[in-house]
């Protein structure tokens, strides 16, 4: 069984920073990649960046150039930088690990913008 857990969420306000990060333990084979969705009120849960164990990145349109989705193979942790924070970035932000099992998910962190 794996388990993930993320810290890092906050209130923050517009155009400003923060940095998500997603800590993994258990029973770990074969990554396959780690990534981020996001939930906001009333919204569907939605991609928001994923990087496999090569190294390969992918973001939701709505972020690319505002965030920076890393790894460290070592620590099994993802890292997500988030820059110029806008309203409608805050939700709840999961972090998942795929795997040759069923996807795991943390428990989820709220990230909120707001002056």
């Known amino acids: 069984q794996v388990q993930l857990v993320e810290s890092g969420g906050g209130l923050v306000q517009p155009g400003g920073s923060l940095r998500l990060s997603c800590a993994a333990s258990g029973s770990i084979f074969s990554i396959r990649s780690m990534g981020w969705y996001r939930q906001a009120p009333g919204k569907q849960r939605e991609f928001v960046a994923a990087?496999?164990?090569?190294?390969?990145?992918n973001y939701a349109g709505s972020v690319k150039g505002r965030f920076t989705i890393s790894r460290d193979n070592f620590k099994n942790t993802v890292y997500l930088q988030m820059n110029s924070l806008k309203s409608e970035d805050t939700a709840v932000y999961y972090c998942?690990?795929?795997?040759?099992?069923?996807?795991?998910w943390g428990q989820g962190t709220q990230v909120t913008v707001s002056s």
């Open positions: 998942y690990l795929d795997s040759g099992a069923p996807r795991s």
């Open positions: 990087i496999t164990i090569g190294g390969t990145t």
